[in-house]
């Protein structure tokens, strides 16, 4: 005989509240390959998606396990960063859907869903 764990318990299987932070490396991954798509003339602007997308994604994978429980409050971070980015870059329109985009996303995915789920943003 099993006992299922209650949500958000101990007990409960890890992989459910993984989702989240592979969307958001799936996410990052996007956004370090998307300035190639849409031309980004800018230097910083084209550092700053690239930068951010491999943060993103690796933070992302930090953010799976327990012991860097921060890891997911620097994928919020830099969630806002990708919101104000092309506002102080000048970006192209595509550079700035697809920063406001992805940050909401991210931003989401690394603090609201995983608090929802009944696992806690610091657990």
């Not at 969307?23 to 998307?34: I, K, P, R, S, Y």
């Amino acid at each position: 005989m099993s006992v299922e764990a209650a949500p958000g318990s101990a007990g409960e299987d890890r992989s459910a509240h993984q989702w989240p932070h592979a969307a958001n490396a799936v996410l990052g991954l996007w956004l370090a390959t998307a300035p190639a798509t849409y031309g980004v003339s800018s230097g910083a602007a084209l550092a700053s998606d690239i930068a951010s997308g491999v943060l993103i994604v690796v933070l992302s994978g930090l953010a799976c396990s327990r012991h860097f429980p921060w890891a997911r409050w620097m994928v919020g971070a830099i969630g806002l960063w990708l919101l104000a980015a092309p506002l102080v870059f000048w970006s192209p329109a595509a550079a700035y859907a697809t920063n406001m985009l992805v940050g909401t996303l991210v931003i989401a995915f690394a603090l609201l869903v995983p608090g929802m789920s009944g696992a806690g943003v610091l657990s």
